[in-house]
């Protein structure tokens, strides 16, 4: 079992930058592969980001490439989502998850575990 806590939500300008974090109950979270998710208001929840369980492999959707960058910290049982260059369109709520599989993973369908969200607003 995992449970996830997301914090580091916001409003913030566009253009500007925020660090979402979430930290992992359990001594197994170093097995588990994580991945960011966000949905807008009346659209279907979407893959950000996810890495693996060494923090070696990365995917990131296309929409956040070069903005955004996800990292773990294993000693922690903590997940990271930087987020630099913000636009209006990364507003959204944002999840975190945790897959059983090694690698990173972009299908909601492979996680097994998720926070309750953390709302990101970027507003001018």
């Known amino acids: 079992q995992v449970q996830l806590v997301e914090s580091g939500g916001g409003l913030v300008q566009p253009g500007g930058s925020l660090r979402l974090s979430c930290a992992a109950s359990g001594r197994t979270f170093s097995t588990y592969s994580m991945g960011w998710f966000r949905q807008a208001p009346g659209k279907e929840r979407e893959s950000v980001a996810a890495?693996?369980?060494?923090?070696?492999?990365?995917y990131y959707t296309d929409s956040v490439k070069g903005r955004f960058t996800i990292s773990r910290d294993n000693a922690k049982n903590t997940v990271y989502l930087q987020m630099n260059s913000l636009k209006p369109e990364d507003t959204a709520v944002y999840y975190c998850?945790?897959?059983?599989?090694?690698?990173?993973?972009?299908?909601?369908?492979?996680?097994?575990?998720w926070g309750q969200g953390t709302q990101v607003t970027v507003s001018s």
């Open positions: 998850a945790a897959s059983p599989y090694g690698g990173p993973r972009g299908s909601e369908n492979d996680y097994d575990y």
């Open positions: 890495i693996s369980w060494s923090g070696v492999s990365t």
